[in-house]
């Protein structure tokens, strides 16, 4: 009987989908589900000291996909840079890897992405914003989307300051003709 063993490593490549030009390389993830990195439970936890390998050595907690069988959570994609050139943090992305004896796979069957059976687990479609991110020829909902959805507060919070301010100056405005009124009302 033969035997070989591969290494264990798990490879997530995020590409964009152009229509017109080449897909474009966003970002890369490898992991050795032996010994990988804890994944993290919210997005902004993430960043590039998570990986083993860091510029700042900083010790990372490891686990290994076999022993829990289970993990979910966050991790960081980068790019890596040229000869001397630092990783560069080019997203996040939320997985969550199962490791399943061959009895249990054939019990619990999967398909792939979303196609059926969607059950193990169940996939919902993704949340994606009813526009087409094409500015030119829909300014309003991709205004409403990228800015709004992220700068709301400042936006509101800008306009009551600009609505104070006006009050303020209509009030600088005409104190001096309604006190110069008055006081000429009273003589």
Do not use: C
């Not at 033969?2 to 490593?9: A, N, S």
Request: hydrophobic share 40%; net charge negative.
């Amino acid at each position: 009987k033969h035997e070989e063993k591969y290494p264990v490593t798990f490879v997530a490549q995020i590409w964009d989908n152009d229509i017109f030009t080449p897909d474009d390389f966003l970002g890369l993830l490898e992991l050795n589900l032996n010994f990988m990195p804890k994944a993290n439970k919210f997005a902004k936890s993430v960043s590039l000291d998570d990986l083993p390998d860091n510029d700042k050595g900083k010790p990372v907690p490891m686990v290994s996909l076999f022993d829990q069988k289970n993990v979910k959570g966050w991790w960081p994609m980068y790019e890596e840079g040229g000869p001397g050139q630092p990783r560069e943090l080019t997203g996040k992305v939320e997985m969550e890897l199962e490791i399943l004896s061959k009895e249990d796979a054939e019990a619990k069957p999967a398909g792939k992405g979303q196609e059926e059976p969607n059950e193990n687990p169940h996939l919902d479609p993704p949340n994606r914003p009813a526009t087409s991110f094409l500015w030119f020829t829909s300014p309003w909902k991709s205004l409403r989307y990228i800015i709004w959805n992220n700068y709301k507060w400042y936006i509101i919070g800008g306009l009551i300051l600009l609505l104070i301010i006006a009050m303020i100056g209509l009030f600088i405005y005409s104190a001096p003709g309604a006190l110069s009124q008055k006081l000429i009302a009273q003589i």
